[in-house]
């Protein structure tokens, strides 16, 4: 990742107030990172930053679009993206990761970037299969509707218990016991 300080929040000189903040992500946000998953976008990411004595609690929302791969046609397609976080920075006598919404920081860090955590959140908004809206509302496939059961280990229906009655290869086999 390029080190990009647009994205980075100045934290030292901030009063102990609520602050607002607008960010635009666009093509040279997702250039940053050296990545396939996103390769364009065009959001918004509204933080309200409310900053006390031991901590600062952010309210991150980003709402926009992303252009996606679809995985069945590989049209490209814009995928909405509406996600709301909250991030925690918490004054302590190291840095820190401690969770994955929980930073640990000094109290005279200076600045907090926050261009990973928006990336890190678009990323999370993704559908695992990415379609093209034109095969969205499609039924799934459901491969288990015309399967025929080739074997189980589990108790035999009614239906089996007939079957083994009637053949005699299986009468010879129960009276072995």
């Not at 990172?33 to 991150?60: C, N, S």
């Not at 993704?126 to 499609?138: G, S």
Request: with cysteine.
């Amino acid at each position: 990742m390029k080190k990009d300080t647009q994205y980075d929040l100045q934290i030292a000189a901030l009063s102990e107030k609520t602050h607002e903040y607008v960010f635009d992500l666009g093509t040279d946000f997702f250039e940053q990172f050296d990545q396939t998953l996103i390769p364009d976008g065009k959001l918004r990411a509204d933080v309200v930053l409310d900053k006390t004595a031991q901590r600062i609690v952010l309210g991150i929302h980003i709402e926009g679009t992303v252009k996606l791969i679809c995985d069945r046609s590989l049209d490209e397609f814009d995928q909405p993206i509406d996600v709301t976080h909250q991030l925690l920075v918490r004054f302590g006598d190291h840095e820190a990761e401690l969770d994955d919404d929980v930073l640990q920081i000094t109290p005279d860090t200076q600045t907090l970037p926050l261009a990973q955590h928006f990336f890190d959140y678009i990323g999370l908004a993704i559908p695992m299969k990415k379609l093209h809206p034109r095969f969205q509302d499609e039924p799934d496939e459901n491969p288990d509707a015309d399967a025929k059961l080739i074997y189980s280990t589990g108790a035999a229906s009614d239906d089996d218990d007939d079957e083994d009655a009637s053949d005699p290869r299986w009468n010879a086999l129960r009276n072995l016991n």
